[in-house]
């Protein structure tokens, strides 16, 4: 069975600080992996999603890898602000449009 | 634009009364989803319908049934609410093929007492 682990699960950090977030899975067999952005009370946010054969995938101020061998992804946030306040969901796609999901880190940026 | 709605957005019920979720997406697409999300436990896959006409069973099943109404409309039933099922329900939605990013509503927060 896929497990997905993210650490860490929380993070707190002050703002303009660039930041990694990890993420692991134990299959390798995976068809792609994205990562969502969850605030407060709300649904997800799709950020990126990175297809099997990729490397990574950059949006403004945030890019995306995968090694795929070693079964593991890493965000990374450049210049934090506030508004990245949010926990950031790691999924990968196991088979048909299933996703399994990580349990998330929490991240606080200060100002 | 709505994307995906849900209705109701905060429900409770009483163990052993059943009660109809509600989702659409308004971007035709062909892939439907319903998730359950625990603290501790993060989201688990309950139903999902690769298109319109099928559904099959996710990770956590049990206690639920689903309907594939029409390509907008996936609804989730549960024919009689256990504490167990207290959880916040997100329905979501795929294009069914190719990088098939999921697009989520935001949410049910369901308590049974």
């Known amino acids: 069975k896929q497990e997905v682990t993210q650490i860490p699960a929380a993070l707190s950090v002050p703002e303009g600080e660039n930041l990694v977030l990890n993420c692991s899975f134990t299959d390798s067999a995976i068809y792609n992996l994205q990562w969502f952005r969850q605030d407060p009370g709300k649904g997800l946010t799709s950020l990126l999603l990175i297809q099997s054969s990729q490397r990574e995938q950059t949006s403004g101020r945030l890019n995306a890898s995968l090694d795929k061998s070693s079964g593991r992804s890493t965000l990374y946030i450049a210049a934090s602000q506030p508004g990245d306040s949010a926990t950031y969901l790691c999924a990968v796609r196991i088979g048909y449009s299933t996703l399994t999901f990580g349990k998330g880190t929490m991240l606080l940026v200060s100002p | 634009n709505a994307g995906v709605t849900q209705t109701p957005k905060f429900q409770v019920l009483k163990t052993g009364q059943s009660m109809t979720l509600q989702c659409a997406q308004d971007?035709?697409?062909?892939?439907m989803y319903w998730y359950r999300q625990d603290p501790g436990m993060g989201l688990r896959l309950i139903y999902y319908s690769a298109s319109e006409g099928t559904t099959d069973k996710g990770e956590v099943p049990n206690g639920y049934n689903v309907s594939r109404l029409n390509k907008r409309e996936f609804s989730l039933r549960l024919e009689s609410a256990a504490p167990s099922q207290t959880s916040v329900y997100f329905c979501a939605s795929s294009e069914g093929g190719g990088p098939d990013t999921q697009y989520f509503g935001p949410g049910t927060r369901l308590t049974v007492l």
């Open positions: 971007m035709n697409h062909n892939s």
